[in-house]
T-cell receptor, first 118, second 108 residues
């Protein structure tokens, strides 16, 4: 099946610093990628939809200046958590939709990135 | 009430038991995903189905579009099946609605 990678798999940073998380589709092209956040024992919460070559669409309540998304190519989207604070500590998961599949485009999920802000 | 409801929330089974996890949804969806999330966090897509039944190894997924209901079955369960199982409905466009997940623990 299609593979989506995320880097890094975990990161610990100091409060006030910025952290960049990469999401790559390894063997398919993805015009659309999704960024999710997951708190412990809760389900995935969609943060934003990343579209190649255009601005991301953010869900209500998600600060676009706080969570910068760049989808510069058909295989790479990045999420930058700017001026991170302890409340940003969470598990961030991306998924990608295969542009080549018709109709019911299946989402392929990355392994996630655990962010801890001290 | 969530648009996608799963039951049970938690499930403990003995190794070898037949397991069923249910998913009901109240919105129109075009397809439904069953996902598996292990304690490490990574998510694996098990099935995507829009009608009928799919089988992969010991896993079987069924969906009844008219009744807005899907089930995931695990035959001959094993401790390595312990994970959180999430159903997610694709409502068309880019909207995916996730259930809260079912936490399964299979005892040896």
């Amino acid at each position: 099946g299609a593979v989506v990678s995320q880097h890094p798999s975990w990161v610990i940073c100091k409060s006030g610093t910025s952290v960049k998380i990469e999401c790559r589709s390894l063997d398919f092209q993805a015009t659309t990628m999704f960024w999710y956040r997951q708190f412990p024992k809760q389900s995935l919460m969609l943060m934003a939809t990343s579209n190649e070559g255009s601005k991301a669409t953010y869900e209500q309540g998600v600060e676009k200046d706080k969570f910068l998304i760049n989808h510069a190519s058909l295989t790479l989207s990045t999420l930058t958590v700017t001026s991170a604070h302890p409340e940003d500590s969470s598990f961030y998961i991306c998924s990608a939709r295969d542009s080549g599949l018709a109709v019911y485009n299946e989402q392929f999920f990355g392994p996630g990135t655990r962010l801890t802000v001290l | 009430k969530n648009e996608v409801e799963q039951s049970p929330q938690n499930l403990t089974a003995q190794e070898g038991e037949f397991i069923t996890i249910n998913c009901s949804y109240s919105v129109g969806i075009s397809a439904l995903h069953w996902l598996q999330q292990h304690p490490g966090g990574g998510i694996v897509s098990l099935f995507m189905l829009s009608s009928g039944k799919k089988k992969h190894g010991r896993l079987i997924a069924t969906i009844n579009i008219q009744e807005k209901h899907s089930s995931l079955h695990i035959t001959a369960s094993h401790p390595r099946d312990s994970a959180v199982y999430i159903c997610a409905g694709w409502a068309g466009g880019f909207k995916t609605i996730f259930g809260a997940g079912t936490r399964l623990f299979v005892k040896a």
